[in-house]
């Protein structure tokens, strides 16, 4: 497969076209990036790790039921995907509050919710991503009645899959990102990345910082995730090498 011109470039990954029309090619990027690019940072090795993280944890999904546009990976930091409509939303699921639900609603960080929180915010630079209801996306056209509905069946499902993959990893899923859009043939399905960059991934091998397991310690909380980056806390690395570890012995494991 040949990598023809750039269709889009986003923050964390360039997106090409290929020679068949119904598949892109992904190239994911070292950049990492906080409160809507105001804090910019190249980070060696992140590429990588979240083209591999998000390939395993697509792959763990499909096994569980949940398609994705995953077709494969093709390189330490490229893979083809299928082509898709992407709905202009990010489509959030928080069990534990935390981030800017924790400040939106004075929620101390940690308190367990007492049901799934389903979130959307409407992809939009120029308006930093502004939170929004079902209303809101369907009076903008950015998805139908209908199509909400699927998404939001299809999003609570992944978050039931995802706390159970993350738990068998010794990792608490605290909220997490995902983005969807729709097949040539009208399907909906997953599509984008999973990676620390997307989740809030609190560490449950408590303790086990002192053998160097790359978690960052923030008060009560061992960070596996981006917040390490958001907050200055120190390197992403460590923490993502070892979220990727975990997923590799998971993957031997079956
Ligand atoms: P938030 O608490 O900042 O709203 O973030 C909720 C989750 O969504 C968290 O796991 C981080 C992820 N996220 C992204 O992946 N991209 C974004 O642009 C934002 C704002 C959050």
Same mark, same amino acid.
């Given at each position: 497969?040949?990598?023809?011109?750039?269709?889009?470039?986003?923050?964390?990954?360039?997106?090409?076209? @290929?020679?068949?029309?119904?598949?892109?090619? $992904?190239?994911?990027?070292?950049?990492? @990036?906080?409160?809507?690019?105001?804090?910019?940072? /190249?980070?060696?090795?992140?590429?990588?790790?979240?083209?591999?993280?998000?390939?395993?944890?697509?792959?763990?999904?499909? !096994?569980?039921?949940? +398609?994705?546009?995953?077709?494969? /990976?093709?390189?330490?930091?490229? /893979?083809?995907?299928?082509?898709?409509?992407?709905?202009?939303?990010?489509? $959030? /699921?928080?069990?534990?509050?935390?981030? #800017?639900?924790?400040? !939106?609603?004075?929620?101390? =960080?940690?308190?367990?919710?007492?049901?799934?929180?389903?979130?959307?915010?409407?992809? #939009?630079?120029?308006?930093?991503?502004?939170?929004?209801? %079902?209303?809101?996306?369907?009076?903008?056209?950015?998805?139908?009645?209908?199509?909400?509905?699927?998404?939001? @069946?299809?999003? !609570? @499902?992944?978050?039931?899959?995802?706390?159970?993959?993350?738990?068998?990893?010794?990792?608490?899923? $605290? +909220?997490?990102?995902?983005?969807?859009?729709?097949? #040539?043939?009208?399907?909906?399905?997953?599509? %984008? =990345?999973?990676?620390? %960059?997307?989740?809030?991934?609190? %560490?449950?091998? #408590?303790?086990?910082?002192?053998?160097?397991?790359?978690? $960052?310690?923030?008060?009560?909380?061992?960070?596996?995730?981006?917040?390490?980056? !958001?907050?200055?806390?120190?390197?992403?690395?460590?923490?993502?090498?070892?979220?990727?570890?975990?997923?590799?012995?998971?993957?031997?494991?079956?």
């Amino acid at each position: 497969m040949e990598k023809l011109g750039l269709l889009y470039q986003g923050k964390a990954k360039k997106l090409y076209a @290929t020679e068949d029309p119904e598949v892109l090619w $992904v190239e994911y990027l070292n950049q990492a @990036t906080a409160g809507n690019g105001a804090k910019k940072e /190249q980070i060696v090795g992140k590429a990588e790790l979240n083209n591999r993280i998000t390939t395993l944890i697509f792959d763990e999904l499909k !096994r569980v039921g949940i +398609d994705s546009h995953l077709v494969k /990976q093709i390189s330490p930091t490229d /893979q083809l995907v299928r082509k898709m409509t992407m709905f202009p939303l990010e489509i $959030v /699921q928080r069990n534990v509050a935390a981030g #800017s639900f924790s400040k !939106r609603l004075g929620v101390d =960080e940690g308190t367990a919710l007492k049901e799934p929180v389903l979130e959307y915010y409407f992809k #939009s630079d120029p308006l930093n991503d502004p939170f929004i209801n %079902d209303d809101d996306a369907v009076a903008l056209g950015l998805a139908t009645r209908e199509e909400l509905a699927q998404i939001a @069946t299809l999003a !609570r @499902t992944i978050n039931v899959k995802l706390t159970a993959l993350f738990a068998s990893i010794d990792v608490r899923l $605290v +909220d997490f990102k995902i983005e969807m859009g729709k097949t #040539s043939d009208g399907e909906i399905l997953l599509a %984008d =990345e999973i990676t620390p %960059d997307t989740c809030r991934l609190w %560490d449950l091998r #408590s303790g086990a910082d002192a053998e160097g397991d790359g978690a $960052v310690k923030d008060g009560q909380i061992e960070r596996l995730d981006k917040d390490i980056f !958001r907050k200055d806390l120190g390197s992403i690395l460590p923490a993502y090498h070892e979220i990727l570890g975990r997923l590799e012995n998971l993957a031997a494991s079956h």
